[in-house]
């Protein structure tokens, strides 16, 4: 069953995709994702999954478990980052361990999108509350993270870190205000007129998907080559961690869910790495930490470690435990 599965997400066209991108950069080919292109698909996913996810929404009644599952996912976001930056401190200086800490605690709006993708290759629908959760996970480790580095900085010459700019910041983050505000729309939204666009938001999602990771595995194959001379602990750090936490909360989520997709949304998220919010903050707040260590690892190892392996294993979790 274990062996049956993984070789279902490994020939997943979108997965094989990801893996092309990576080997056009290692045979030197030119071919690219134009960068208007791929930020238009990129929007195209952010605002399909929200509008989809409000539909849903609109059919479910607001109950104490989605509360509780909105709070434990903002306390799996603020989590993360305490213990992961207590690891990382050991072999990095306090600015780097902040960053990646951040970015492991806050969550890839990319790696959600092929977790719902998943989940429909197992005939299986998402909740639309997760959209919500999802978003939610976004800010809570920014704002814990800058709060560790402050608390831990020695350096009196470094700027000081104003929380509610961040706060703002990651609030208003393209990402996160387009799919909020698709999951608004698509919860206001006529049921019959939202039909029309249906053909767009559904049938197209796929195809774009596969072309997506095409891009994204020609960024991580780019980041690759410089990543490997930080030598071995952030590689280790970006592929243990990650399963370590998508496993944890994956059994976890048992005490505040019993729904298999919730919970195995739940451990995507846990194990997923943000590597467009927190780096877009940490450029602004905290310029002394380097973005050649903490973008590879969230988008060159952790992102397809949990795509490959890191999916199957969590989704087995959840039927299971």
């Known amino acids: 069953m274990n062996f049956n599965l993984l070789i279902e997400n490994l020939t997943n066209p979108a997965l094989l995709f990801f893996v092309l991108g990576i080997i056009s950069v290692y045979v030197k080919s030119d071919l690219e994702i134009p960068p208007n292109s791929s930020k238009f698909i990129s929007l195209y996913l952010l605002f399909s999954i929200g509008f989809k996810g409000g539909q849903e929404l609109s059919h479910e ?55 719902v993708s998943y989940l429909e290759s197992q005939q299986m629908t998402l909740h639309g ?81 596969a072309i997506f990771l095409l891009d994204m595995g020609i960024t991580s194959g780019r980041k690759l080559k410089s990543f490997f001379s930080f030598g071995i602990f952030p590689l280790a750090f970006a592929i243990i961690i990650p399963l370590v936490n998508g496993c944890l909360f994956a059994i976890l989520s048992g005490f505040v869910t019993t729904d298999i997709t919730n919970r195995f949304i739940f451990a995507v998220l846990a194990a997923s790495a943000s590597y467009i919010a927190v780096p877009a903050a940490m450029k602004i707040t905290v310029p002394k930490a380097d973005p050649g260590l903490y973008l590879p690892m969230a988008l060159a190892v952790t992102f397809p470690v949990n795509i490959t392996v890191g999916m199957p294993f969590y989704f087995l979790i959840v039927q299971h435990f």
């Open 61 to 115: 009644t607001f109950t104490s478990e989605i509360g509780f599952s909105m709070l434990f996912g903002i306390c799996i976001s603020a989590l993360i980052p305490i213990y992961t930056f207590f690891i990382l401190k050991r072999k990095l200086n306090v600015f780097d361990s902040g960053a990646i800490a951040a970015a492991y605690g806050s969550v890839s709006a990319v790696t959600f999108v092929t977790a």
């Open 129 to 209: 509350h997760m959209v919500a959760i999802m978003a939610l996970m976004e800010s809570p480790a920014i704002i814990v993270g800058l709060m560790l580095i402050s608390l831990f900085n020695k350096d009196v010459t470094s700027t000081k870190i104003r929380i509610p700019s961040v706060l703002k910041h990651s609030l208003t983050n393209g990402s996160v205000l387009l799919i909020l505000g698709s999951l608004i729309i698509g919860f206001m939204a006529n049921a019959k007129q939202a039909e029309g666009i249906k053909p767009f938001t559904n049938d197209l999602f796929k195809g774009f998907l």
